[in-house]
């Protein structure tokens, strides 16, 4: 249910809450992901629910949307936890730069092309700006 750690990140700010604040300037939340995190959510009209769930893509699909819906929940608790004063989510996504490759690689073997593709994804002009923003925060000139 957590493939990108925030329920970890969660607790472990939870716990140690007082001990950051106390001793340092605040938490910063880098979040790298293949995927944007505004997608619309539209009514599909081909299908109904109950056949949505029956079939196994529709059911993985919807766990994925919790699995968002979860995390976003989580960094408003983190938020409110911390104080907007002290803490700061910044993400990087993946979006190919090749036209052909429209889906991040999920394995764990890359090609020469993948590996390029995920490495001309940096200069993206939201990664760029995520790493000025990043800098920033960390104060690094």
């Known amino acids: 249910r957590d493939n990108f750690g925030i329920l970890s990140a969660t607790r472990f700010l939870q716990v140690y809450k007082d001990w950051i604040l106390e001793n340092t300037s605040g938490v910063i939340l880098v979040q790298i992901t293949s995927t944007e995190e505004i ?28 699995q968002s819906f979860e ?13 907007k004063e002290n803490f700061e989510l910044i993400r990087f996504y993946y979006d190919p730069v090749d036209e052909e490759m429209p889906r991040a690689p999920v394995s764990f073997h890359l090609t020469s092309r993948d590996k390029s593709n995920v490495i001309n994804a940096v200069h993206s002009v939201e990664n760029k700006r995520a790493m000025r923003r990043l800098m920033e925060e960390l104060e690094i000139e």
Not at 39 to 63: A, F, H, N
């Open 39 to 66: 997608e619309s959510i539209l009514p599909d009209r081909e299908q109904g629910s109950i056949e949505k769930l029956l079939k196994p893509l529709g059911l993985t699909g919807l766990l994925f949307t919790v």
């Open 71 to 83: 995390q976003d929940n989580n960094i408003g608790f983190i938020t409110d936890l911390m104080g």
